[in-house]
Structures are given as structure tokens and as C-alpha cells.
């Protein structure tokens, strides 16, 4: 692309939150968290001051809402994706947020975390990067350890429950759930975090990580009306669970079917999943989910995995002002990671190779913003895109890919 654009300034230092933008961002959470009737349970944090190290799960934009609840009145810096900037940079900056370009390894950051630290704020992160797309954990950063021995001060976690199951990323309705319920747990002091060696810390941080929100759903008895409640299941559960055919599956109201056997399956108002004729092979979804990510593994294991060819239309952001398209081309996701290549809109050549070693793990959307398709989201220092194959082209499951991307990973750590 001929034009050059006007990069993010990575670099700047983190602000501190305005004083008058604290109680502004409290005033403005509390009616969802109240609406929700969210239960806050404290576990060694009721006398935790600044500064600390606050690690989240991240199922639904309520997760910020509940921190903004448990950390009042004390200041944050939020590490937040450069899509969450987009066209509210400078009211984004001065409520404290970083900008971050998802699964890259950012030197950058880690000196802007060491800024908050220093100027005696809670710095906020996400470490799943991407909301979780079936209520259970995500992938965590090998990372995340060294990180927090290098800051050197008491780490917290807060892991929230009931935030998917009311507003799932593959069907954002929100669906009245309450009340929900979060952990707000001090995981290390300073001298506990001192002694412990990184993979301590990593072990520890894994384990107060696991959570189920389907699970907890059902051992709530908290049902949802919702006549809705399955539309958009099939983009997490791509696969067929009777036939095993990749692709065909549907969903409509309460029910998920799959196009090619006619197999059909109703969301109770528990969130579980019941078979209308025949066997039910998962009742708990992330069973499911789980079942497609030991078909993904043994296809990376046999050395077969490959998304094929697909044709795709690329958007860049190389800053918080709007997507920009590039141009269009095609993706390749197999063995070797992701290959991107194509022709941008003034004719020249335009190419992002991810290798395997380079992403644990990958984002993904679905129907993004609505209106714009399933879409990979690929990123380097400088830039971010988004990546979407034709439905009309080519058959794919972004969430396949996800999958992949961190099987993929796995598998050469374990092997190279």
C-alpha cells in the first residue's frame, strides 16, 4: 500500500486516571453490576492496597465493570486491545487503559506495567486476551510468571462467574442472569511472591484459573428463558458430535442441528444440551468443545492439519482512527502456522507469515461488529488485522483455527 498510515504510539506512558474520571467510570458500571446483583467475594484482599497486580478471567465486557466495583477508588491501568480504542483513544488513555495488540511479545508493555507500579496503581490484566468461547479457561502465558516476580509487589485475581452464560461471545444478548458471582482473591504478598520460583507462580496462577460457567450455571439452578439461548452455539461447536462432519452445523432459537446427518439437539434453560432423538453424545458443552480440540490435536499429531486455501478480504488498523481494507487474498493455517498473501488495493503484494513458535494462541470473532463476518485476528508490533474468508468460497470454523493455533503450539514445545 502506497500511502503510509499513522502508527499507535505504543510507547506512551501509561496515564493515571483522572480524579473526576473515577467516579464517573464507578457511576457508570453499577447499573449492570446492580442489575446482575453481582455477589463480590473477598479472600485476603479487604485491606489490599495500590500497588498490585490484578489478574482477570474474561468472558464479557461486565468482567471491567465488576473490577471497576472491587478496586474503587483506587487508580488502574488497564491493559486493553487496540480494537477497544477505536474512535475513543484519548477517553481510553485518560480512564487509564494500555493498548496492546493481541498475542504479541511487547517489550514495551512491560515497561509501561513497571510505570504503574511505580507511580503506586493496580495494574489490570487480562492474561486470556479474548473473551473465553465456551465459558471455561483460556490458553494462559507461559509469560505470566516472569512478569510478575520482575513487578515485585502483591498479586490478586478476580475471576467472575455467570458473565458467559448471560452474555455468551457467540450470542452477546444479554439474558438477565443473576445474581453472578466473582472471587476477588489474594493470590501472593510481596514475601510469598519473593520466595516462589516462576513456576510456582505460573502453577498457582493456572489453578486459581480454572472455572466452568456452565457449571457453575447448573449447580446455581439459574435458568434462562432466553428463546434464543442456542443461536450461534454452532460457531463453538463447529463439528457434528453423531456424524463428525466439520462445517454444517446450525442453530435457530433453542435448538443446534447438523446439516448434513439432521441430527438436533435443544439448549435447556440449564445449559445443557439434550439430543431429540437418539443418544446425547455432550450434555456440557465445553465437553463438547473439548472433543473438538483432541480431533484438532490428532490431525496436528498424524502432521495433516491444514485449513486449506481460503479466500479472504484483510482490514489493517495501524491506529485507533478505523479498520482500513487492504486488499484481498488468500489464508493458509496448517503445519507451518499462518501464511496471509495478497493484492492491496493499489496493486501491491501484501504478506504476514506467524510461524508456530511466534502464537500460543490466536483471537478470533464471530460476526464481527454484527455485520462483518468470522475473522482471525493477526498481529504484529506495528499492525493489527483482521482476517475474513469468504463463506460463500471456502468452508472454515475461525474457532477451528483457534484450536489449531494452539495445539500447533503446544506440540512443537513438546517436539522441537
Request: aromatic content about 10%.
Amino acid at each position: 500500500m502506497k500511502q503510509e498510515f499513522e502508527r499507535f504510539d505504543m510507547k506512551a506512558d501509561p496515564v493515571r486516571t483522572k480524579w473526576y474520571l473515577r467516579p464517573l467510570t464507578y457511576i457508570l458500571s453499577m447499573p449492570d453490576v446492580w442489575k446482575h446483583r453481582n455477589i463480590l467475594h473477598k479472600d485476603g484482599t479487604e485491606g489490599l492496597k495500590a500497588p498490585f497486580v490484578l489478574l482477570c478471567n474474561h468472558n464479557a465486557f461486565m468482567d471491567f465493570k465488576v473490577a471497576t466495583k472491587a478496586i474503587f477508588p483506587m487508580r488502574a491501568n488497564y491493559v486493553v486491545a487496540i480494537d477497544g480504542f477505536i474512535g475513543r483513544e484519548k477517553l481510553l488513555r485518560d480512564v487509564g487503559c494500555i493498548c496492546k495488540r493481541k498475542f504479541t511479545s511487547d517489550p514495551m508493555l512491560v515497561k509501561q506495567l513497571v510505570k504503574t507500579i511505580k507511580n503506586g496503581d493496580i495494574a489490570i490484566i487480562y492474561p486470556e486476551a479474548r473473551y473465553s468461547l465456551c465459558g471455561t479457561t483460556a490458553v494462559l502465558p507461559a509469560s505470566l510468571g516472569k512478569l510478575c516476580k520482575l513487578l515485585k509487589v502483591p498479586v490478586a485475581v478476580l475471576i467472575c462467574h455467570g458473565h458467559h452464560v448471560n452474555s455468551p461471545f457467540w450470542n452477546l444478548h444479554d439474558r438477565g442472569v443473576k445474581p453472578t458471582e466473582a472471587e476477588y482473591k489474594l493470590l501472593f504478598t510481596k514475601e510469598e511472591l519473593a520466595e516462589a520460583s516462576v513456576d510456582e507462580i505460573n502453577r498457582r496462577i493456572v489453578e486459581a484459573f480454572q472455572y466452568d460457567d456452565f457449571a457453575w450455571q447448573k449447580e446455581k439452578n439459574l435458568r434462562i428463558t432466553y428463546k434464543g439461548r442456542a443461536e450461534g452455539l454452532h460457531k463453538v461447536l463447529y463439528q457434528c458430535a453423531s456424524c463428525g462432519r466439520e462445517f454444517k452445523m446450525k442453530s435457530e432459537g433453542t435448538i443446534l442441528s447438523c446439516g448434513s446427518c439432521g441430527k438436533k439437539w435443544e439448549m435447556t434453560e440449564l445449559g445443557e444440551l439434550q439430543a431429540l432423538d437418539g443418544k446425547t453424545e455432550f450434555s456440557h458443552i465445553p465437553d463438547w468443545y473439548e472433543w473438538e480440540r483432541l480431533n484438532v490435536r490428532k490431525e496436528v499429531e498424524e502432521g495433516t492439519y491444514s485449513s486449506g486455501v481460503l479466500s479472504v478480504r484483510v482490514d489493517t488498523l495501524p491506529n485507533a482512527k478505523k479498520f482500513i481494507r487492504l486488499g484481498e487474498g488468500t489464508l493458509i493455517h496448517d503445519m507451518n502456522g499462518f501464511t496471509v498473501r495478497g493484492t492491496d488495493v493499489d496493486g501491491d503484494p501484501f504478506e504476514m507469515i506467524k510461524t508456530v513458535p511466534s502464537l500460543y494462541s490466536c483471537h478470533i470473532e464471530y460476526e464481527y461488529l454484527g455485520k462483518f463476518g468470522d475473522c482471525v485476528d493477526l498481529n504484529t508490533l506495528q499492525d493489527t488485522w483482521y482476517i475474513y474468508p469468504d463463506p460463500d468460497k471456502c468452508e472454515f470454523a475461525v474457532t477451528k483455527m483457534a484450536l489449531a493455533t494452539e495445539e500447533l503450539y503446544e506440540w512443537n514445545r513438546k517436539n522441537k
